[in-house]
């Protein structure tokens, strides 16, 4: 069974001892281990379909290449982005599945940060054409992380800078080194996030409810699975906001 509760241990005798309330959330549990049993399950379902679907797109993009086609080459490329939104969707879902149940592995190496920061950096330029995504200053720091788990991280925080900014704003990504950590920042021009969720972004689908968001879509998993990463290096995952005027995203990690 599971419980939680709130008191004191207390040793006597050679003996521990707790005082206090405790609930029993078995229940709750239960629900919470079957509801991500389900997540998992239509996720994993959800994958051999959409991966066909964009293989299916691949070659017939590849075709279109040589047709001129206009309509067709446009439709393909909207149809391109959208399989991956999807996917992104989806594989956000998995990971939480799996980070649930305790399958989400860290698996570290040796890497120059500054290396990985351009790579995103350039690969985002590509397709986010309403913003300036701008990379400041960043040493050539080597770390000691899971590179694609990094990757994902700092990836969220900047398609969140450009999906809660204006168009036309700018979006600055840079890292700081002191003694014995480095910390990388994202800092945007966009709507904000009032005091009060600043720490309830981190939280499992939690989403700020406004009227600034709600034509904004998505799962609230992102942050969640952040600083779920950033965690589980030993690092440290904050904000700082201030609404209408930008936030800053900062993670830390240990050197
Ligand atoms: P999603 O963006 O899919 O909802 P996230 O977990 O990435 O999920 O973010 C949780 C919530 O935090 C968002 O719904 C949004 O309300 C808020 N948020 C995240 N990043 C920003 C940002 N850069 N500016 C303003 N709000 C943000």
């Known amino acids: 069974r599971w419980v939680r509760g ?3 241990m207390q040793h006597y005798d050679g003996k521990d001892f707790f005082t206090g309330v405790l609930h029993d959330i078995t229940e709750r549990k239960q629900d919470e281990m079957r509801k ?7 996720s994993h379902e959800l994958k051999t ?3 066909s679907l964009n293989a299916i797109i691949q070659v017939a993009s590849a075709k279109l290449k040589t ?5 067709l080459a446009g439709a393909m490329t909207k149809a391109n982005a959208q399989v991956k939104r999807m996917s992104t969707m989806i594989n956000g879902f998995l990971n939480v599945s799996r980070l649930e149940d305790g399958k989400i592995m860290i698996e570290k190496s040796h890497f120059n940060i500054q290396e990985l920061v351009q790579e995103i950096t350039e690969e985002l330029k590509l397709s986010v054409t309403n913003h300036h995504i701008n990379l400041f200053k960043c040493a050539p720091i080597v ?3 899971d590179r694609d788990k990094i990757n994902s991280v700092i990836s969220n925080l900047i398609s969140n800078a450009v999906k809660y900014s204006p168009n036309n704003t700018t979006v600055k990504v840079s890292c700081a080194v002191t003694e014995n950590e480095i910390t990388v920042s994202v800092c945007d021009e966009g709507i904000g996030i009032k005091p009060s969720d600043t720490e309830k972004i981190f939280d499992r689908y939690f989403r700020v409810e406004s009227s600034n968001t709600c034509h904004i879509s998505g799962f609230g998993i992102g942050l969640y699975l952040s600083a779920e990463i950033v965690e589980r290096h030993g690092g440290r995952i904050w904000v700082e906001s201030e609404p209408d005027k930008g936030s800053t995203f900062y993670f830390s990690l240990p050197l």
């Open 49 to 51: 379909p959409l991966t």
């Open 6 to 8: 709130i008191g004191t």
């Open 36 to 42: 991500n049993d389900f997540i998992g399950m239509v």
């Open 143 to 145: 770390v000691y992380a």
């Open 67 to 71: 047709s001129d086609d206009a309509f």
